[in-house]
């Protein structure tokens, strides 16, 4: 791989579900030596610090479960810009918080993409398929939400405007196995790339991955990864709220991620959901900052095999 200029952006986003303590992620992944992990393999690192939310006002939404829908929408606008400038002079990592950071992250990687005149690709690794709405949403957790407001479904009148919708054709989602009725009916008429457990189980994961890749390489894309810690099964990834059993396993998660780096298609890269208040010393931080330089070229055979005496 190349070498890049990798942009740590913290992003404490904590409002997109009830359950308390994503805003310890960013700081996880400090502790973790996710800029240690990336100088390591020869990139430059930059670390913008934590971002905040902008302060908006909104109307009530007419969704009585949405919870905290003005500093969801705060975080968006926030994140929206921080993706568009950070974009401009390498690649940025955004450190979350839970998975309504999206919003924006993808929002704002979607523009910049489009103003470099390329299309705009995003690869999904998460338990849920997110293309909720805040009407649509039973629980009305945002985290569930984030790729149904940059798809341009209805619904999201109190956010900022899409500067350039997703189409949904580009983004492909890996390692679904919780996806609730409102959305099934959406995704099972639509044409995102659908890559469940079961097709996992079946055809293995590195097939389904390479043909997206392939046609993202092909039309000269531009490829956002938005990793959800509950991609990864639970047993090896205990640190996050929405556990699902029968997720990726540490082997799957690094070959997904090796051949994103042989690709070198990823021009930005989300890591969310990370709740270290839950985390087993630091098992999961240490896991998804592993991943991570897995992603930016780091091989196993780059590393030494501890001694067995």
Known sequence: MTQKHCILVGAPVDCGKRRRGCLMGPDAYRTAGLQEALENLGHSVEDVGNLAPQKVEVAAPKNPQVYAL???VGWTQTLMAAAQDTAKRGVPIFMGGDH???????????????????PFFALWLDAHSDIHTPDTTDSGNLHGTPVGYVTGRAGFDAYPPLPSQV?????CMIGLRSVDPAEHSILVDG??????MRRIDEEGISAPLQSFLDRVAA???MLHVSLDVDFLDPSIAPAVGTTVPG????????LVMEMLSDSDLVTSLDLVELNPFLDDRGKT?????????SLMGRRVFDRPTRSKS
């Open 247 to 254: 997720g990726a396993t540490v082997r799957e998660g690094h």
């Open 219 to 221: 039309e000269n894309g």
């Open 191 to 196: 044409d995102v790339t659908l890559v469940d």
């Open 70 to 72: 003005a500093e969801n």
């Open 100 to 118: 309504a950071l999206a919003a924006g992250t993808v929002a704002g990687m979607a523009a910049h993409a489009a103003d470099q005149g390329r």
């Open 285 to 293: 931080a240490n896991l998804m900052v592993d991943l991570t330089a």
């Open 167 to 171: 189409e949904s054709r580009n983004i």
